[in-house]
């Protein structure tokens, strides 16, 4: 039986606009409800050097050069979106069941992406989202308590990080 009901998508781009930017870095973590990792995925889109160049640009990415280069570098070895796409609709397809719930911190910005760049496996995914960044305006606003999370702005790193932030925030509800 399928356990996975919880796809943390963390997307690495080249910027924040889906109808400018692309998706350089995809990294997936299927989890059952207790946060309990069942599989992960990772992989690099190959982007136009030319778009990279023009679109990772200014405050941002001064402020995260060392994330920056990273992606640029790894760059080379990555792969059409299309594929990329495949190949994360099976890993769905191998952890999931009906439901699939996609989570993560600002997951409404990913999905953006996915939308407009992966529509086949936006169709498999639940229109409910659990969205770690709620939790943290309520928590930093009304309870002024923060949690702090390394911000690498690596895919991988950014949902281990994600998901350590939400029992953070559930360890109040005991």
């Known amino acids: 039986?399928?356990?996975?009901?919880?796809?943390?998508?963390?997307?690495?781009?080249?910027?924040?606009?889906?109808?400018?930017?692309?998706?350089?870095?995809?990294?997936?973590?299927?989890?059952?409800?207790k946060f309990e990792e069942i599989a992960r995925f990772e992989a690099v889109v190959k982007v136009d050097e030319a778009l990279m160049k023009e679109r990772m640009v200014g405050k941002f990415w001064?402020?995260?050069?060392?994330?920056?280069?990273?992606?640029?570098?790894?760059?080379?070895?990555?792969?059409?979106?299309?594929?990329?796409?495949?190949?994360?609709?099976k890993f769905v397809e191998d952890n999931f069941g009906k439901e699939i719930y996609l989570a993560g911190?600002?997951?409404?910005?990913d999905r953006k992406f996915i939308e407009r760049e992966m529509p086949q496996l936006n169709q498999l995914l639940h229109y409910r989202m659990l969205d770690v960044s709620a939790w943290k305006i309520y928590f930093e606003n009304a309870l002024n308590k923060k949690?702090?999370?390394?911000?690498?702005?690596r895919a991988l790193d950014d949902i281990i990080g994600s998901i350590e932030e939400l029992k953070w925030y559930l360890t109040f509800l005991k």
């Open 105 to 109: 911190n600002s997951i409404h910005q």
């Open 147 to 153: 949690f702090i999370k390394p911000e690498n702005h």
């Open 1 to 33: 039986m399928k356990k996975a009901k919880l796809l943390w998508i963390d997307l690495e781009m080249t910027g924040l606009d889906p109808n400018k930017d692309k998706i350089l870095e995809v990294a997936a973590i299927a989890t059952d409800m």
């Open 62 to 89: 001064e402020e995260n050069s060392k994330s920056r280069d990273a992606l640029i570098s790894q760059n080379v070895s990555g792969r059409p979106v299309a594929e990329v796409e495949k190949e994360l609709i």
